[in-house]
């Protein structure tokens, strides 16, 4: 299986800005169906952006205005640009891929920002 690798997470303060990177080697993006997760400990996992085969870009409500989902695909590369960090912003980063009918996700980064 393919697994892609995410990576850039940190203990940040409140009000600082990350950029997460996913690796998805062996993956051609295309139009594939792609997102970004997170999940807090003891709290359900959330979307927090996904880019559509139709090419649009969707964000949880908790996030718009602040994180900005983009990908290089010469790179095969997701990334995930995230400022104004809040502590409520703290969990594991999860990278998802659709690819020949499967999802590929990642291991996950811990972001964490203190208040």
């Known amino acids: 299986q393919v697994q892609p690798v995410e990576s850039g997470g940190c203990l940040v303060q409140a009000g600082w800005s990350l950029r997460l990177s996913c690796v998805a080697s062996?993956?051609?993006?295309?139009?594939?169906?792609m997102g970004w997760y997170r999940q807090a400990p003891g709290k359900h996992r959330e979307m927090v952006a996904v880019?559509?085969?139709?090419?649009?870009?969707n964000y949880a409500d908790s996030v718009k205005g602040r994180f900005t989902f983009s990908r290089d695909n010469a790179k095969k590369t997701l990334y995930l640009q995230m400022n104004s960090l809040k502590p409520e912003d703290t969990g594991a980063y999860y990278c998802?891929?659709?690819?020949?009918?499967?999802?590929?996700w990642g291991q996950g980064t811990q972001v964490t920002v203190s208040s």
């Open positions: 998802r891929i659709r690819y020949n009918y499967s999802d590929y």
């Open positions: 880019i559509t085969r139709a090419g649009t870009t």
């Open positions: 062996g993956i051609i993006f295309g139009l594939n169906d």
